[in-house]
């Protein structure tokens, strides 16, 4: 039973353009959620969060967006650009569990076009 | 700081053979994990400890042997592998209370044969 989904495999963008990355999660005891970064050949890098008491948070060109009711958890990127090209993985924890436990989705790769 | 290390970058076993992952980690986090990721699976949970002498089994742990004798090193040990583990291998860290900054290493890939 795959707790954390992130349904779509790939997404192509144009550069300067807003990319959106999708991931729903079916445990309610999921509290904090995340997204990593992963390029080929390197391990995953961690780019922002966001707390289940919050719904928004954003960082430079990165807002993550939390829908509690709907259990889905979105990734802008705005304008995207060459340089983030990447899988993306979408992650979920909870605070009531050890917080090392992250249970990850399958990641999507994000392709942005010159 | 050279964060999370990992060796070898690759390896090819043939099924049945023994061997151990190393992975090192100069932050003075407690918490270190080993993930694998294969095609179409994302990260999975192998194995994980809270500090020197204390792990415990993730999402996956059929097949691997892990101890933390040093709050720096986590080596992962596959006892005798099988095809079903040609996968890469990812060994993070990261603080007690610092959940979201969960550092990886660049990796392992393994090829069993």
């Known amino acids: 039973d795959q707790q954390v989904k992130q349904n779509s495999p790939s997404l192509s963008v144009q550069e300067g353009r807003i990319s959106i990355l999708n991931c729903d999660y079916t445990n309610s005891m999921f509290d904090y959620f995340l997204w990593y970064k992963k390029y080929p050949a390197e391990g995953p890098t961690f780019l922002i969060s966001i707390s289940s008491i919050k719904d928004k948070n954003e960082d430079g060109r990165f807002t993550v967006f939390l829908n509690k009711s709907a259990k889905h958890l979105s990734l802008h990127i705005v304008p995207s650009q060459p340089g983030d090209s990447a899988v993306y993985f979408c992650?979920?924890?909870?605070?009531?569990?050890?917080?090392?436990?992250?249970?990850f989705g399958k990641g999507t790769l994000l392709t942005v076009n010159p | 700081n050279a964060g999370v290390t990992q060796t070898p970058k690759f390896q090819v076993l043939k099924t049945g053979q023994s061997m151990t992952l190393q992975c090192a980690q100069d932050?003075?986090?407690?918490?270190m994990s080993w993930y694998r990721q294969d095609p179409g699976m994302g990260l999975r949970l192998i194995h994980y400890?809270?500090?020197?002498?204390?792990?415990d089994q993730g999402e996956v742990p059929n097949g691997y042997n892990v101890s933390r004798s040093t709050t720096e090193d986590f080596p992962l040990r596959l006892l005798s592998a099988a095809p079903s583990q040609t996968s890469v291998y990812f060994c993070a860290s990261n603080t007690r209370t610092g959940r979201e900054t969960q550092y990886f290493g660049p990796g392992t890939r393994l090829l069993v044969l």
């Open positions: 932050m003075n986090h407690e918490y």
């Open positions: 992650a979920a924890t909870s605070s009531g569990g050890s917080n090392y436990k992250l249970t």
């Open positions: 400890s809270v500090g020197a002498g204390i792990t």
